[in-house]
């Protein structure tokens, strides 16, 4: 059976990451083909949002399936594997649509990193959380990335250091997750935000979810600066005439994604 599904729901493209019996833990192949994926979502106008979800109900990702990882290929052929998350992670902060985390179950070590890597994060409310890799002589360096970025400096060190477990109400307390819900109104909740998401231009969120990720990390000054420069783009678009023109006759917009 594939090991990524991919699906259209209205305007969502749904990626479900397909592996339960190994708790949908990343191969290199699985790798490779999410980043596949999101390239064809991305090309996909009908695919406003995207969202990246787990098969069952017990695992959204344990991280990498180290079977395969660190497999007898050598040395080299694992640091190259490895490698293929972080170009995984890349490619999510690159994407030009917003990306949803449906964790259906728990997420931990590079799934951690995946969920923390997605714009929005709803969990079921009974999934659990961590970056276990301390206690089996590893540490969460790439999930460390976007891990920090998202819910902070103690909290990431925290989670890395202890490798503890924390529930869904603890996740959304530090801001890794927006929202944890009862299992049943799970699919629900996602829906309810790509269906707000799809409502938005196309081309003012491909800018500025661009915009977000190309400047988090620059010094408070040139981040304005750059910032700046994107609002005299933004402001060039013909969406962008369009809102102030829906506004101001007080009726819903007509996005053209241009």
Known sequence: MAELLEEQRGAARW?????????????????????????????????????LTGAGEQAFCAGADLGTLEGSAGALAAHEARRGYAALLCDLARLGKPIVACANGSALAGGLGLVAACDFAVAADDARFGTPEIDVGFFPYMALAPLQRVVGRRAALDLSL????????????????????????????????????AGKSPAVLR?????????????????LEALAAQL????????????????????????KGR
């Open 15 to 51: 990626l479900t990451l397909h592996r339960p019996a190994q708790r949908n833990a990343l191969t290199a192949e699985l790798m490779a083909g999410v980043r596949q994926a999101l390239a064809r979502a991305d090309a996909d106008p009908a695919a406003r949002v995207v969202c």
């Open 207 to 223: 800018m500025g979810r661009r915009a977000f990720y190309a400047t988090q990390d620059l010094p408070y000054e040139q981040q």
């Open 162 to 197: 202890t490798g503890r477990r924390i529930d869904a109400e603890e996740a959304v307390r530090i801001g890794l997750l927006n929202a944890a819900v009862p299992r049943a109104q799970l699919a629900a909740k996602v829906d309810q935000i790509c269906c707000m998401l």
């Open 232 to 255: 005299g783009l933004n402001a060039q678009l013909e969406d962008a005439a369009e809102g102030v023109s829906a506004f101001l006759q007080k009726r819903p917009p007509d996005w």
